[in-house]
Every structure is written in C-alpha cells, then in structure tokens.
C-alpha cells in the first residue's frame, strides 16, 4: 500500500520566518495531495490541496508543490505567525482507493514571538 | 451547512458496556468515513461507506461496528472495548469521487 513519509518531526521557527515541511511517497498512482493543520484537541482541518496534474498551488501566505518524477510534495507557509502552530498532516490518495487518505505521521509547527 | 457533526464530543466507557457515535452531515456527501486517531499520531482509517455500502473495512476488530443507516447519518457501535481503543475517533464525509475530505471534531473516547 501507500507509504507517505513526512520530515522534519518538529519545526520551530521565530514570527515572520517561513517554513517548510516535506512529504514523499511511493505510490506513483496516488494523484491527489491535501495538507491538513489539526491544532490541539481540536479537527483536521484542510487548509490546501494539489492534484497530480499541478506543479504548484499558492493560497495567500500558503503554498504547495508536488513533484511528481522524484515522488515528493512540500507545504511552504510565509510570514508564519503565532496562530500557524499547529501539527501538519500531508496525505496522499489514489482515485480508485475508495478515497481513503493515507497521512504522513505529522510536523509539530512551533512559531514564536 | 458545511460540518459533520460528532457527538457525543467525550465518552467514558467500562470495557463491559455498549455505547455508539454518532455522526452527521447535511452536505450531499455519498462517502463517509471513521478514523481513529491516538495522540500525536496521524488519523487511521478503519472505515469507508460509498453509497451507503460498506466499502473499505481495514481489519478492524468486530468490537467496532459500523451503521449507515442513511445517507446523512453514520454510527459507530462498541461493545465490550479494551482500554488501548482510548482514542479520538474522527468521523469524515466527502462527496464521491472528490478525494477532498471533511473532518468532524471528534469524540473523545476513554475506555476504563
């Protein structure tokens, strides 16, 4: 099955910083990438997905890139803020799974003042 | 209305008894799902309901029993749980086809 590995573990960045978070994955038939922020106690929240057929996707200080030869996607956020801590979940899916997500084990995002 | 609403929001159980969860949506969506999710770990999935069929069942103990008895509307009965099923468990609904998932909140389970 689908194996989605996600780096680093933990992040910590200082307010304004940008990071990155990356995920790859070995299934070259999985076609759609979402990233999800899940704060504490709370649910997984959507916040940008990418289908196989796009290279990049930018939604305000958000974006994702997928490169589909060597298998991999990133989540960049820009001028993180304090409310951007969170953990960050990738995933990726093939069409004929019966949509079930495969999620990658998660990026603890810690953003300072 | 754009949620999937989960009660009950917590539930402690005894391992003796038989509790359910209950989920709903008013979205449309023909796909809904049951994930548990233990702390700092990702969401795993155990169900899958297309059409109101059971369609993906990953190994889960018979413990756990699903129920879609409609279209909006998914339950997850449990009876006789250990206390390592302790979890959040996450309800999800997306339309068919659409691979874009939306999360309940949860309810927290405690098993004692």
């Known amino acids: 099955g689908e194996n989605v590995e996600q780096h680093p573990s933990t992040l910590s960045v200082q307010e304004g910083d940008s990071a990155v978070i990356k995920c790859t994955y070995s299934d070259s038939a999985s076609n759609y990438f979402p990233w999800y922020k899940q704060e504490l106690g709370k649910r997984p929240q959507l916040i940008i997905d990418?289908?196989?057929?796009?290279g990049e996707k930018k939604d305000q200080r958000i974006a994702v890139t997928l490169n589909k030869t060597a298998k991999h996607f990133s989540l960049h956020i820009t001028e993180t803020q304090p409310e951007d801590s969170a953990v960050y979940f990738c995933a990726a899916s093939r069409w004929n799974s019966g949509y079930a997500l495969n999620f990658g084990k998660g990026t603890s995002l810690l953003v300072t003042p | 209305d754009t949620e999937v609403t989960q009660t009950p929001k917590h539930l402690v159980m005894g391992m003796t008894n038989k509790k359910s969860l209950k989920c709903e949506q008013h979205m449309g969506h023909r796909a809904m799902y049951w994930y548990k999710q233990k702390a700092k770990k990702p969401p795993e999935l155990m169900f899958v309901y297309s059409y109101e069929k059971l369609s993906i069942n990953e190994s889960v103990p018979s413990r756990f029993s699903p129920e879609c008895p409609n279209s909006s509307l998914l339950n997850l009965h449990l009876h006789a749980l250990q206390p390592e099923d302790s979890a959040l468990y996450l309800c999800?609904?997306?339309?068919?086809?659409?691979?874009?998932?939306?999360f309940g909140s949860g309810t927290q389970l405690s098993v004692l």
């Open positions: 990418i289908r196989s057929n796009v």
């Open positions: 999800a609904s997306s339309q068919v086809g659409s691979q874009k998932l939306f």
